[in-house]
């Protein structure tokens, strides 16, 4: 291994070998190392070798997903700083990307943003982490939507939930599938603001139209987006006559979230006003991604 740098701390150092040490003992295949850790970026040569073992480098810094060796860069653009946060979007993103599998037992290396010092390494089985709303990888996202676009969608939502909208909280629901095949079970509160505009100047991987969709956020309704990145509609009423039973908490957003993603092949996520908790619904199943106080806590 490539000696550290002078200005990498001892601890650190030792921090890393244990880790690798618990992580041989727990028959891990990778270990998330968090980067933004630290105010310098850490080269990956000085990440100790270990055959069999990947490091998975999560990272805000990084632009897109690439992999060298046993080093797999994954670029996590959350705005939220919460660490369960991240290492939840980590696991999900990871395994869109094939990183990881979901039998796989994985390690979890960092510590508080910027702070130049590791202080929590944990491991999990990836199965049991996805379970209450996954039955495998292969069931993450419905047909046709790209890994980009959701991770797009649950950065903006995890967005509006830390900043809400002209300081104010806000509530909202995205519901991300083939359009077409939703339609039946969606109808307009209001004129579409998205009708006519080219399928270019709607897509939700274009960093410019971000202002756009905080802005329609406000309107009540869901955002209608196909698995492209297409924003379909803004303001959008979810109508499936079925009979809900939710949790203490949540509202008639989330009781359409559940009930759109039981309807059809689609994933909604949903942002609370009244919690600014963040959460995705799949097949009918909840996970959360953001939790209450999350945005504005390093240590969640």
């Known amino acids: 291994m490539t000696p550290l740098t002078q200005d990498f ?25 968090f980067q933004d850790t630290f105010t310098t970026a850490i080269p990956s040569n000085e990440l100790p070798e270990e055959k069999g073992l990947k490091w998975i480098i999560v990272t805000q810094q990084a632009q ?3 992999h ?3 080093h797999y860069i994954l670029p996590i653009r959350l705005f939220a700083n919460g660490r369960m946060t991240q290492l939840r979007s ?21 510590g508080l943003p910027h702070s130049d010092q590791l202080d929590t390494f944990l491991w999990f089985e990836v199965k049991r982490e996805i379970s209450p709303i996954f039955s495998q990888a292969s069931d993450l996202l419905p047909a046709h939507v790209l890994p980009e676009v959701f991770e797009r969608v649950l950065s903006l939502a995890t967005e509006l939930a ?3 909208r002209e300081g104010k909280p806000i509530g909202c629901l995205f519901i991300l599938g083939e359009s077409k095949n939703l339609s039946p079970f969606v109808q307009p509160l209001v004129l579409n603001p998205f009708f006519g505009y080219s399928a270019n100047d709607r897509n939700i991987l274009q960093p410019s139209i971000d202002e756009t969709i905080k802005e329609y956020a406000l309107l009540d309704g ?11 509609s803004a303001g959008s009423l979810v ?7 939710l949790p203490g908490g949540f509202g008639t957003r989330h009781a359409a979230a559940i009930a759109i993603s039981k309807a059809i092949d689609c ?34």
């Open 9 to 33: 701390p001892s601890c650190n150092h030792s921090f890393l070998k244990e880790a690798v040490l618990l992580a041989k003992m727990e028959k891990c295949s990778s270990i998330f190392f």
């Open 64 to 66: 897109e997903a690439s």
């Open 68 to 70: 060298q060796g046993s």
């Open 90 to 110: 980590a696991i999900l993103l990871a395994l869109l990307h094939h990183y990881i599998d979901d039998n796989d037992r994985v390690g979890c290396l960092g």
């Open 162 to 164: 830390v900043e809400g």
């Open 222 to 232: 869901a955002f209608i987006i196909n698995g492209n990145g297409i924003l379909e």
């Open 239 to 245: 109508k499936i006559n079925e009979r809900i039973a």
């Open 267 to 300: 994933l909604a996520i949903t942002v609370s006003s009244s919690t600014r908790q963040v959460t995705l619904f799949r097949n009918g199943n909840m996970f959360p991604m953001l939790t209450k106080g999350i945005g504005c806590s390093n240590a969640e």
